[in-house]
């Protein structure tokens, strides 16, 4: 397995291209099974998720047709071209759902398009037990029926789907996508309370009214859909990826540094943003995308909860922890929206960092200095936050387990790199 080597101590300087969205890639991937029409995705991220995307739909006879920047350098985001004349298979095999819990989002669209589907439970996972109850609710409520039968969902609608009013009780981004591509194709209304507001369900959404769905509200926690018989095909540029711009950011705050992430929006960060802005780092829109600083003085130790959007996001906790293992005082992390998502803390302490946990808070105390380790962790953002203290404890880190990276971080190395740190990646032998 690979390995990534990092030499701390340097600010990094320079600029960062921000890819297209990997959370918004996967589900917009799955709108292909909802048309016979081409669907084409522009500002497509290049990662080991979407990989296992395009496997999975090609399995359900999608024909996925990727087309990348002929020079593959960072930032050129590749195109893709999905085209679902016919579905050929409406299992969602073990083997691909265990390997990305996204894989549950074609459940909507295979029901909706072909009146059954048979999709592996994707199980529990690294960050917590994770069920699917809400979306299995939402699809009841829309006239499917149901069973769990060896492991899989078996779900009918002989005669389709019809449009139903669905009350979350509390916030699930893929629930709501789910559900959301199901109402596209039901008979009838279908109103979705308590939606998830995540840039990515938006964009989810915009690139469903492109092939022509009824969808109002978008953007609020009350999405209201009139099914159609029938959707068309599109091209929708992905929006910008606010988990690697908000990485991004840390890394620039972290190291002392100074940023510019292009093609990026301050409003997908707002909330990041805020937070780092107390904590002493500077951040200024541009007409390409965002600069981040940290020029002049400490950073300062500052609270945060994680919450829907538009709070603080999840996916950022444990880089923000990385940030403030260095900043003076103390910082109180909660984390409310998954039960078990503090693995990184062990590793961090492992490079000297000060940290207690209870339940679902860690505080920790800014110490003067981290020191480099070997280091590993078993998620994407949890791997992420390692690489974070690394770029700045003294000596070398070496992290292990990089795979968990190439799921989520479009070339990571090559972009800390262009700004000046000392990243390598130690290719396994064999
Ligand atoms: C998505 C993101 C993930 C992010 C998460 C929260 C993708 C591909 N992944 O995951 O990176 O961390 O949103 O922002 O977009 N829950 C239930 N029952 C359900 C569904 C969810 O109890 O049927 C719970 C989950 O266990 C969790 C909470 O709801 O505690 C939020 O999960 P959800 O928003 O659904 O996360 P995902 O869509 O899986």
Same mark, same amino acid.
């Given at each position: 397995m690979?390995?990534?080597?990092?030499?701390?101590?340097?600010?990094?300087?320079?600029?960062? %291209?921000?890819?297209?969205?990997?959370?918004?890639?996967?589900?917009?991937?799955?709108t292909?099974?909802?048309?016979?029409?081409?669907?084409?995705?522009?500002?497509m991220?290049?990662?080991?998720?979407?990989?296992?995307?395009?496997?999975?739909?090609a399995?359900?006879?999608? !024909?996925?047709?990727?087309?990348?920047?002929?020079n593959?350098?960072?930032?050129?985001?590749?195109?893709?071209r999905?085209? =679902?004349?016919?579905?050929?298979?409406t299992?969602a095999?073990?083997?691909?759902?265990?390997?990305?819990? #996204?894989? $549950?989002l074609?459940?909507g669209?295979?029901?909706?398009r072909?009146?059954? #589907?048979?999709?592996?439970l994707?199980?529990?996972?690294?960050?917590? =037990?994770?069920?699917?109850?809400?979306?299995?609710?939402?699809? *009841? /409520?829309?006239?499917?029926?149901?069973?769990? $039968?060896?492991?899989?969902?078996?779900a009918?609608?002989?005669?389709?789907l019809?449009?139903?009013?669905?009350?979350? %009780?509390?916030?699930?981004?893929?629930?709501?996508?789910?559900?959301?591509?199901?109402?596209?194709?039901?008979?009838g209304?279908?109103?979705?309370?308590?939606?998830?507001?995540?840039?990515?369900?938006v964009?989810?959404? *915009?690139?469903? /009214?492109?092939?022509?769905?009824?969808?109002?509200?978008?953007?609020? !926690?009350?999405?209201?859909?009139?099914?159609?018989?029938?959707l068309?095909?599109?091209?929708?540029?992905i929006?910008? &990826? *606010?988990?690697?711009?908000?990485?991004?950011?840390m890394?620039?705050?972290?190291?002392?540094?100074?940023?510019e992430?292009?093609d990026?929006r301050?409003?997908?960060?707002?909330?990041?943003?805020?937070?780092?802005?107390?904590?002493?780092?500077?951040f200024?829109?541009?007409?390409?995308?965002?600069?981040v600083?940290?020029?002049?003085g400490?950073?300062?130790?500052?609270d945060?909860?994680?919450? %829907?959007?538009?709070?603080? %996001?999840?996916?950022l /906790?444990?880089?923000?922890?990385?940030?403030?293992?260095?900043?003076?005082?103390?910082?109180?992390?909660?984390?409310?929206?998954?039960?078990?998502?503090?693995?990184?803390?062990?590793?961090?302490?492992?490079?000297?960092?000060?940290i207690?946990?209870?339940q679902?808070?860690?505080?920790?105390?800014?110490v003067?200095?981290?020191?480099?380790?070997?280091?590993?962790?078993? &998620?994407?953002r949890?791997?992420?936050?390692?690489?974070?203290?690394?770029?700045?404890?003294?000596?070398?880190?070496?992290?292990n387990?990089?795979?968990?990276?190439?799921?989520g971080?479009?070339?990571?190395?090559?972009?800390?790199?262009?700004?000046?740190?000392?990243?390598?990646?130690?290719?396994?032998?064999g």
């Amino acid at each position: 397995m690979d390995r990534i080597r990092i030499r701390g101590g340097r600010p990094l300087i320079g600029t960062i %291209p921000i890819s297209g969205a990997k959370n918004a890639a996967l589900p917009l991937m799955a709108t292909t099974l909802l048309t016979d029409q081409p669907l084409t995705l522009t500002n497509m991220p290049r990662l080991v998720d979407i990989a296992t995307m395009a496997t999975l739909l090609a399995q359900h006879g999608v !024909d996925v047709h990727r087309n990348d920047h002929p020079n593959g350098k960072a930032g050129f985001g590749g195109e893709m071209r999905l085209t =679902t004349a016919n579905i050929t298979s409406t299992t969602a095999p073990y083997e691909l759902v265990r390997r990305m819990r #996204a894989s $549950v989002l074609v459940l909507g669209p295979l029901l909706a398009r072909c009146g059954r #589907a048979r999709v592996s439970l994707p199980g529990g996972c690294a960050i917590g =037990t994770r069920p699917v109850d809400l979306h299995i609710g939402g699809l *009841r /409520q829309m006239g499917a029926s149901i069973d769990l $039968v060896g492991g899989y969902i078996e779900a009918e609608a002989p005669k389709g789907l019809s449009g139903a009013t669905i009350v979350f %009780p509390m916030v699930s981004v893929g629930a709501t996508e789910n559900l959301l591509m199901a109402a596209t194709l039901a008979r009838g209304d279908t109103e979705l309370v308590n939606a998830a507001r995540e840039p990515e369900v938006v964009d989810l959404a *915009r690139c469903l /009214q492109a092939m022509g769905a009824d969808i109002e509200g978008i953007g609020t !926690d009350r999405l209201r859909i009139r099914g159609r018989d029938r959707l068309g095909g599109a091209r929708h540029a992905i929006v910008s &990826d *606010r988990i690697e711009a908000g990485t991004y950011a840390m890394a620039a705050a972290i190291t002392g540094g100074r940023i510019e992430l292009l093609d990026t929006r301050l409003e997908l960060i707002l909330a990041v943003a805020k937070i780092l802005t107390n904590a002493g780092v500077e951040f200024t829109e541009t007409a390409t995308g965002v600069v981040v600083s940290r020029a002049n003085g400490a950073l300062i130790g500052v609270d945060v909860m994680t919450e %829907p959007f538009p709070g603080f %996001p999840t996916d950022l /906790q444990a880089q923000m922890m990385a940030v403030m293992c260095t900043a003076q005082g103390a910082a109180m992390i909660t984390e409310t929206i998954f039960e078990n998502r503090f693995m990184h803390v062990p590793e961090l302490m492992r490079m000297g960092a000060n940290i207690t946990v209870h339940q679902a808070s860690a505080l920790v105390r800014g110490v003067g200095r981290l020191t480099g380790a070997p280091v590993m962790a078993t &998620d994407l953002r949890a791997s992420v936050s390692l690489v974070l203290a690394g770029l700045v404890a003294e000596g070398t880190t070496e992290l292990n387990r990089v795979y968990h990276l190439d799921r989520g971080y479009d070339r990571l190395e090559e972009k800390l790199a262009a700004c000046g740190a000392s990243v390598e990646r130690i290719k396994a032998e064999g």
